[in-house]
Every structure is written in structure tokens, then in C-alpha cells.
């Protein structure tokens, strides 16, 4: 299966904007879901996981602020981003685990800036 993410761009601190990642394929086999970021000099970090029994998990960094959705019939997984703030600026990832394979979409900017 191949992800494609979009929805990404420039807003201003306080601002919300709504990823999407977008599955070629069905992701109702998909153990994991999920949204990761990586910024500038730093590592990839997990936002967001949806498993594939309902159990969600985010960043302490996000809690709060970022909501994880899966649409199995749509294929699709979202990532609200609400009160969003300069330190979420990062390239936005998504990924689907199947087992011990985990596939990697080619990620969304998110700039948070005034």
C-alpha cells in the first residue's frame, strides 16, 4: 500500500489545519496508524497512533490539541491539529504497520508562523 499526505501549509500560531494520509490500498489489516513529525535537526518523533482495535495515543506534546481519526471504508486517516503552535512546525508523516512491515508516506510541510 502507498500513503499520500496532504493538507498541509503556512498558519499562524492558534491556527488548526486538517492532514490527510490517503491509502492506495485497504488499511483494515493495518495493526497501526499513525501521524509522525520531524523537525528541523531533530529525530522523527510519533504524534498520533490508531490501532487497528480502536486504542489511541498521542504525544504528551499534542494531547489535547491534535485528534487522530481512521476511516477504514474510506481508507484514509486524518490529523485535526487545533491551537497549533511554532514548535509543531515539522514535516508531518504518515504510517501504516502491518506486522513488522511499516510503510511510510513522503510527508506534508506544517509551518506555524506569524
Known amino acids: 500500500v502507498q500513503l499520500v499526505e496532504s493538507g498541509g501549509g503556512l498558519v499562524q500560531p492558534g491556527g488548526s489545519l486538517r492532514l490527510s494520509c490517503a491509502a492506495s490500498g485497504s488499511i483494515i489489516s493495518m495493526n497501526v496508524m499513525g501521524w509522525h513529525r520531524q523537525a528541523p535537526g531533530k529525530e522523527r518523533e510519533s504524534v498520533a497512533t490508531?490501532?487497528?482495535?480502536?486504542?489511541?495515543n498521542y504525544a504528551d506534546s499534542v494531547k489535547g490539541r491534535f485528534t487522530i481519526t481512521r476511516d477504514n471504508a474510506e481508507n484514509t486517516v486524518y490529523l485535526q491539529m487545533n491551537s497549533l503552535k511554532p514548535e509543531d512546525t515539522a514535516v508531518y508523516y504518515c504510517?501504516?504497520?502491518?506486522?513488522?512491515?511499516?510503510?511510510w508516506g513522503q510527508g506534508t510541510q506544517v509551518t506555524v508562523s506569524s
Open positions: 490508531y490501532t487497528s482495535d480502536g486504542r489511541v
Open positions: 504510517s501504516a504497520r502491518e506486522g513488522i512491515i511499516t510503510r
